[in-house]
Structure formats: C-alpha cells, structure tokens
C-alpha cells in the first residue's frame, strides 16, 4: 500500500469508527456494517456526510448501497475524490 492509501484508509476507519461508536481496532476492513457492527441507516449516513465533509466531495446517494465496510467506503470515496 502506498503511503496516501494507508493514510486514505486509516482516516477512514476512524470515521466509520466515531459514527458507529466503536475503537478504530475494533474495526476489520472487510466485516460488514450492518451484520457485524450492528449499525444503522442513520448512523451509515452519517458515515456517508463525515466522508464528504473530510474531502469535500459529494457522494451520489446511489452509491450508499455500497457502503456495507471499510473496504467499499474506500472504493467509492476513491471514485468520487478521482484518486
């Protein structure tokens, strides 16, 4: 992993942390949000307005479907923020 992807997704965990009020290390990129964190559609849109505030994006809301853990919230942050 380059340097700006560990730091891209290190960011990450920490939102997605603070938004389902979990320990960063708690958190394991592939285990779903839902299933495994027990996490709701408010606190996942909350996730979702944290990650556009952090890079000044905008998430088109047909992406939310694919936010389900660390891994594809990265992917489609990535996507918006054209990295």
């Known amino acids: 992993m380059t340097l700006a992807l560990t730091e891209r997704m290190d960011r990450i ?3 997605v942390a603070e938004h389902l009020e979990l320990e960063v290390t708690d958190l394991d990129d592939d285990s779903n949000f839902i299933d495994v964190y027990s996490a709701d559609s ?3 849109m909350d996730v979702l307005a944290a990650l556009e505030r952090e890079w000044g994006i905008e998430i088109d ?3 939310f479907a694919r936010i ?3 891994r594809s919230a990265y992917e489609v942050v990535a996507e918006s923020a054209s990295w």
């Open 13 to 15: 965990r920490e939102i």
């Open 42 to 44: 408010l606190a996942l």
């Open 68 to 70: 389900v853990d660390v």
């Open 61 to 63: 809301q047909s992406q």
